[in-house]
């Protein structure tokens, strides 16, 4: 059972434009982390947030935790070619849990 | 520091034969992880090991086997490959509140 569905599967937009990433769950979250992954790589981290409501910001990055800590999402301002890759969200229902991941949305950005 | 690093990068095996495959991490790290990564599946856990000297499996562990050997290395052993098993797999370690974690470059798996 897939307990972290990340919407949508494949985004492929022009440089410049806006997008929104979305990651729920039926279940609730102690926190919940997003990574961003290049092809050939690893995972890496991005952000970890802790609180519902919570809104943290990474440059043109802004990621916000849901008020009852079920879902989060992920917004790219003014999206760049740099910011292709793989996104994946991961929660823990504890702090000393194993994380959870998400299926992951793969985002292409155009010059 | 480099982190966490994987050996191979890249290995083909053919049905039945055996490998293990190595991890290291030099940021002092409790807890290690390794995942596979298969196509629309995100990343699954194999096995993981909370400190030295323990190990446990996660959601996907049959037909593999591993071992902490000291605080710095984990390793995963195929004993004997299924074509099911190619995949990409990623070890990860982790030491912060959150558990969050650090990843390796991956090692991809072919099994003919």
């Known amino acids: 059972t897939q307990l972290l569905e990340q919407s949508p599967q494949f985004l492929s937009i022009q440089e410049g434009e806006n997008l929104t990433v979305y990651c729920n769950s039926s279940s609730v979250f102690s926190s919940l982390q997003w990574y961003r992954q290049e092809p050939g790589e690893g995972p890496v981290l991005l952000v970890t947030?802790?609180?519902?409501?919570e809104v943290k910001k990474l440059k043109r990055l802004t990621f916000q935790f849901g008020d009852a800590r079920k879902d989060s999402s992920l917004h790219i301002t003014a999206a760049q070619p740099g910011d292709t890759g793989l996104y994946l969200c991961?929660?823990?229902?504890?702090?000393?849990?194993?994380?959870?991941f998400g299926t992951g949305t793969r985002l292409q950005v155009f010059p | 520091n480099a982190g966490v690093t994987q050996t191979p990068k890249f290995q083909v095996l053919k049905t039945g034969q055996s490998m293990t495959l190595q991890c290291a991490q030099d940021m002092n790290h409790n807890s290690m992880y390794w995942y596979r990564q298969d196509p629309g599946m995100g990343l699954r856990l194999i096995y993981y090991?909370?400190?030295?000297?323990?190990?446990d499996k996660g959601e996907v562990p049959n037909g593999y086997n591993v071992s902490r050997l000291n605080k710095r290395e984990f390793s995963l052993r195929l004993e004997s490959a299924a074509p099911s098993q190619t995949s990409v797999y990623f070890c990860?370690?982790?030491?912060?509140?959150?558990?969050?974690?650090?990843f390796g470059p991956g090692t991809r798996l072919t099994v003919l």
């Open positions: 947030v802790v609180t519902g409501g």
């Open positions: 990860a370690s982790s030491g912060t509140s959150y558990n969050e974690q650090f």
């Open positions: 991961a929660g823990a229902r504890t702090n000393t849990d194993k994380l959870i």
């Open positions: 090991s909370a400190s030295e000297g323990t190990t």
